[in-house]
């Protein structure tokens, strides 16, 4: 619209030039004149603002990937309602995002986060807004002590190779001296990237952290999975190799062996918040 305003400009000016000229040199027939030239600019500002409409018209998300947003919404306001401590719940997982990204903002005032679905040209329309009360975001990701931690209690080995029963992975969680296994923070962006036409996927990226921590391509593989640490901090899951940028994908895939979350709910290993 600030296009067409300028273009204005020049254009009435223009106008009040050509009229003047028709009255001076055909007084006769300027009349005539005068309803053509008015008759031309009505038509050319009305494919202007035509135009404009069509190139400013709101995007729309598409059907299957608004379910996969509602799907999430009602999952981690399940997960927030729940009474279960330590608990994982799934979502479903994204298909191929394409031109779409999602941020969660975490709201201090508000005690809230909000989720934001932009598309559209530069991917920066928004078609979808919600805003979850009471819930913080966090990543099982952004530092190797962060990860190290969650795999030692929800992975790591006992009696020789069994899976740490639930109880005592309550042992490990309930110690304060097992310090953060969890990384709050106060954005995150979920989009679809590729390097060179290869390494298509989902990617998952937390702006404030530094650009080379949870950077990878195709490193959001987490098959849907959230974990609940407390009663309000909810957490995605980058994947990476079991280092800063967050957990190796096997762990959540439904094929893993017996430590894979998947695995480790179906047996009661570890709480499930539905």
């Keep these: 619209m600030v296009a067409i305003k300028k273009l204005l400009s020049y254009i009435i000016p223009l106008v009040v030039l050509v009229l003047f000229l028709l009255f001076y040199y055909n007084p006769t027939g300027a009349f005539e004149s005068v309803k053509d030239v008015v008759s031309d ?22 059907p ?43 709201n201090e005032q508000k005690k809230s986060t909000a989720i934001e679905v932009l598309r559209g040209v530069g991917g920066v329309q928004e078609v979808f807004y919600k805003e979850i009360e009471g819930v913080k975001p966090c990543v099982i990701a952004g530092s190797e002590d962060v990860v190290d931690k969650f795999y030692d209690v929800f992975f790591g080995e006992w009696n020789y190779g069994v899976v740490r029963p639930l109880e005592r992975k309550k042992v490990y969680l309930e110690n304060p001296a097992l310090g953060q296994y969890f990384m709050p923070v106060k954005q995150i962006m979920i989009t679809f990237d590729s390097f060179q036409g290869m390494m298509e996927g989902n990617i998952i990226r937390i702006p404030v ?37 967050g957990l190796d994908e096997d762990y959540f895939s439904n094929n893993g062996d017996e430590f894979s979350i998947p695995q480790q709910l179906k047996t009661g290993k570890i709480n499930s918040c539905s």
């Design 41 to 62: 600019v009505n038509a050319s500002i009305d494919d202007l603002i035509g135009a404009e409409e069509v190139t400013a018209s709101r995007p729309t998300l598409p």
């Design 64 to 106: 299957a990937q608004q379910a996969e947003v509602d799907k999430l919404i009602s999952t981690m306001e399940r997960m927030k309602s729940s009474t279960t401590k330590f608990c994982f719940d799934n979502y479903g997982g994204f298909s191929s995002l394409g031109g779409t990204t999602i941020t969660l903002t975490y």
């Design 209 to 245: 952290l530094p650009s080379n921590i949870i950077n990878e391509y195709e490193n959001f593989n987490d098959n849907g999975f959230l974990y609940k640490p407390d009663n309000e901090h909810i957490c995605f899951f980058p994947t990476g190799d079991n280092d800063e940028d």
